[in-house]
């Protein structure tokens, strides 16, 4: 099956400091990917989509300077967090899907901010 | 708009079955699934059905779809330990070729001896 990849699966860092997530699909190709944000016992937040090659749509409340993603391939997509804080600590989940796919979920990173 | 609502929590007994239910509000969703997720992890697709289906099944796993009352049930035949986790309902709005998909709060299922 359809496999989708993430690193690192935990993260540290300091408050102020920059963090990417690269989420990967390994055996075939992501003409469409998500990122979503998932806090402490509760459901998925789809934070933006991105289409390769194209520019991130982000949904209504996030940040797009606050939260960069790039898609810059048909198997790879970063979202980078700038200036991290403590409240953007969370689980954030990556899925992909090709043309006519169901979206296939990576594994989640956890990001911790001190 | 749109609006996915399971119940927070079940618990069965190990061999037992286990039904959890999801109400969604967008009638015209061309996509329902079942997600799984366990501790730590990140989602796992266990199934999911076309909007013209009623019911669908896979081994222990039947879904049945209720388009009326807008009702999606994921029954598991024979519950074991290894299925505690948090099971997710989610639909795909019409017009996303199931692009975008709207969870629910999940279930956690616990397993009882």
């Known amino acids: 099956g359809a496999v989708v990849s993430q690193h690192p699966s935990r993260v540290i860092c300091k408050s102020g400091t920059s963090v990417k997530i690269e989420c990967r699909s390994l055996?075939?190709?992501?003409?469409?990917m998500f990122w979503y944000r998932q806090f402490p016992k509760q459901s998925l937040m789809l934070m933006a989509t991105?289409?390769?090659?194209?520019?991130?749509?982000?949904e209504q409340g996030v940040e797009k300077d606050k939260f960069l993603i790039n898609h810059a391939s048909l198997t790879l997509s970063t979202l980078t967090v700038t200036s991290a804080h403590p409240e953007d600590s969370s689980f954030y989940i990556c899925?992909?899907?090709?043309?006519?796919?169901?979206?296939?979920f990576g594994p989640g990173t956890r990001l911790t901010v001190l | 708009g749109e609006d996915v609502e399971q119940s927070l929590f079940l618990s069965v007994r190990e061999g037992d079955s286990s039904v959890i239910n999801c109400t969604y509000t967008d009638s015209s969703s061309t996509y329902l699934y079942w997600y799984k997720q366990e501790p730590g992890a990140g989602l796992q697709l266990l199934t999911y059905i076309f909007s013209n289906m009623d019911m669908k099944q896979d081994q222990r796993l039947t879904v049945l779809l209720n388009k009326k009352d807008k009702h999606l049930s994921l029954r598991i035949a024979d519950t074991q330990t290894g299925d505690s986790a948090i099971y997710f309902c989610?639909?795909?709005?019409?017009?996303?070729?199931?692009?975008?998909?709207?969870f629910g709060s999940g279930t956690r299922l616990s397993i009882r001896p």
């Open positions: 899925s992909a899907k090709g043309t006519y796919d169901t979206q296939y």
């Open positions: 989610a639909e795909s709005p019409p017009g996303s070729s199931a692009s975008k998909i709207i």
């Open positions: 991105s289409n390769e090659g194209s520019k991130a749509t982000y």
């Open positions: 055996d075939f190709q992501a003409t469409t």
